[in-house]
């Protein structure tokens, strides 16, 4: 499968997904950390990719996304941007109701319980 195609699929089976240096639990930068975090502090379930153990994806993503660093925020196919943007949403509470209301559309029966 083409880089792209991955990445496209990706973001399309994952409403809610984090292009991350590392993982939420050991993230390998600063920024990653800090996302991850956030993230966290949003109580949702998200997918995360570790761009460090994807060459490919991490050199593809920047271009596909027309973002030049990660990590990167994609909610429902959308990317909603890196560290700082993240970070001032949060702030203002604009994350946390996105990431909610993302996150309740696609609870499932299992979730619920």
Same mark, same amino acid.
């Not at 966290?40 to 991490?58: G, T």
């Given at each position: 499968?083409?880089?792209?195609?991955?990445?496209?699929?990706?973001? *399309? @089976?994952? &409403?809610?997904?984090?292009?991350?240096?590392?993982? +939420?639990? $050991?993230?390998?930068? #600063?920024?990653?950390?800090?996302?991850?975090?956030?993230?966290?502090?949003?109580?949702?379930?998200?997918?995360?990719?570790?761009?460090?153990?994807?060459?490919?994806?991490? *050199? @593809?993503? &920047?271009?596909?996304?027309?973002?030049?660093?990660? +990590?990167? $925020?994609?909610?429902? #196919?959308?990317?909603?941007?890196?560290?700082?943007?993240?970070?001032?949403?949060?702030?203002?509470?604009?994350?946390?109701?996105?990431?909610?209301?993302?996150?309740?559309?696609?609870?499932?029966?299992?979730?619920?319980?």
């Amino acid at each position: 499968m083409e880089t792209v195609e991955k990445i496209k699929q990706q973001i *399309a @089976e994952n &409403p809610i997904i984090v292009y991350m240096k590392g993982s +939420p639990k $050991l993230p390998s930068c #600063g920024f990653s950390s800090q996302v991850a975090q956030i993230m966290i502090n949003c109580e949702a379930q998200f997918a995360f990719v570790d761009i460090l153990q994807h060459p490919d994806i991490r *050199a @593809e993503l &920047p271009k596909y996304a027309n973002w030049p660093t990660f +990590p990167q $925020l994609w909610v429902e #196919g959308e990317l909603i941007g890196g560290c700082d943007i993240l970070t001032e949403m949060y702030q203002k509470g604009e994350l946390q109701t996105l990431i909610k209301e993302t996150a309740a559309k696609y609870k499932t029966e299992d979730d619920q319980g």
